[in-house]
């Protein structure tokens, strides 16, 4: 639909804690570094609920794209210094190239490719902050299911099964009860 790229970029250009975190992402200097996941997913599924504050966060997944590097001791190194600047010990950094393997999947070609097979199209969300301030996002199922409150497989994530028992044990109908949830 119409206007929610429009509204999703209010919501997150409005967020002054979200602004900082992308701000810091980019001075990682990660190859198309992007926050993505819940991180996104559940900041808007919070104003779309009328909240106020911020459900807690699991983690802050920051996702990037760079074949030259498979190093996970780097990742382990990028997390240790975003923790440090922020004191969240939340930050989780992969490197988008190297989790095919992880995954099952053939070879990724990019972050927008690998998350196209993430379990949920509203969880295959990220956003970075470009050079010029300007705000990017990807988004391969769209954003329509996120701003419907409506969430369901990706039609590239084949196990079934996993997705079930990921969003039962997720409980997000006890924080978004407006969520509908296809099982």
Known sequence: MIGYEKRFEEMILSHRGMMDDLRL???????????????????????????????????????YYDRSRLDEDYEKQVERQLCEATGCSLWSVKNQARMHV????????SVEHEISFWPET???????????????????????DLFELRVRRSP????????????EGKNWRASWPRLHIEL
């Open 156 to 167: 590239l994530f084949s196990d079934e099964a996993y997705y079930r028992a990921r969003v």
């Open 102 to 109: 992880q995954n099952g999947d053939p070879p990724y070609s």
């Open 25 to 63: 992402i980019r001075q990682t200097e990660l190859p198309g570094a992007y926050v993505a996941a819940g991180y996104v997913r559940n900041y808007i599924w919070d104003r779309l609920h009328g909240y106020t504050e911020r459900t807690p966060l699991n983690d802050i997944d920051v996702i």
């Open 122 to 144: 509203v969880t295959a969300v990220a956003i970075r902050l470009e050079s010029d301030d300007r705000l990017a996002w990807l988004c391969p199922y769209g954003l329509s």
